[in-house]
């Protein structure tokens, strides 16, 4: 299984702090969630982070056993 983890407002979005899926193609994960947690996900300003490493880029990406995908929304600061 992979995991995907929600921070900050996604959290609250999702209803959870993580999802257990099975791994695969991101698109593929996503398109089995909530649509409107998916809609969240794939907002512009919506970062992710594979195992600790930031992603510039989603294409290709794909989830294998143990992985976790960590969805970081932008952050503001006062």
């Keep these: 299984m992979a995991r995907l983890v929600f921070m900050g407002r996604l959290e609250d979005v999702a209803g ?3 999802l257990v899926v099975m791994p695969g193609p991101v698109e ?12 969240q996900l794939l907002g512009e300003r919506v970062r992710m982070a594979l195992n600790g490493r930031l992603l510039t ?3 290709g990406v794909v989830l294998a056993q143990g992985d976790e995908l960590a969805f970081l929304p932008p952050v503001s600061g006062g």
């Design 57 to 59: 880029d989603m294409g």
């Design 28 to 39: 593929q994960v996503l398109a089995g969630l909530d649509p409107a947690l998916a809609v």
């Design 16 to 18: 959870t702090g993580e």
